[in-house]
């Protein structure tokens, strides 16, 4: 009974601050970029709320492993941008981020992904988030 009203408080104040916990409100909020081909998908840039930062990459599945290549850029020094990564993986979701500071460009890759969606924030990993897209 507390972890479910913990998990409802907590989708009360993401809601406000504008980020989803449901993949159908995720999906129902999102734009989607383009349908995903064996060749890769391109997409962005995805800027943070204030447009200090963004992010832009290319997502392509080969075989069972879906790859995706990101770049993040920022002015140098200061605060950082932070990029976001939630998946679809194996029948649950998953989330992870990466900081970058100027411009950065990294990569990650996971079997059995169904969906990916990426945002990007500026000045903390919670600050200044810009929208969240389906990227595949």
């Not at 993401?14 to 995903?36: D, E, I, K, N």
């Not at 932070?82 to 981020?97: A, I, R």
């Not at 945002?119 to 810009?130: L, P």
Request: proline share 1%; with cysteine.
């Amino acid at each position: 009974m507390r972890k479910t009203l913990a998990i409802a408080a907590l989708a009360g104040s993401m809601a406000v601050t504008g980020l989803a916990l449901s993949p159908v409100a995720a999906q129902a909020a999102t734009a989607t970029t383009a349908a995903t081909t064996s060749t890769g998908t391109s997409w962005g840039k995805f800027f943070s709320s204030d447009r200090k930062a963004y992010t832009f990459g290319k997502t392509w599945k080969s075989g069972h492993v879906v790859h995706t290549k990101w770049y993040g850029v920022d002015k140098v020094g200061g605060k950082k941008g932070w990029v976001w990564f939630e998946f679809y993986q194996n029948g649950s979701w998953h989330k992870f981020n990466r900081s970058f500071d100027g411009k950065v460009v990294g990569s990650w890759s996971g079997k059995g992904i169904k969906k990916v969606y990426t945002f990007t924030c500026w000045a903390g990993k919670f600050d200044n988030c810009g929208r969240k897209y389906r990227i595949y």
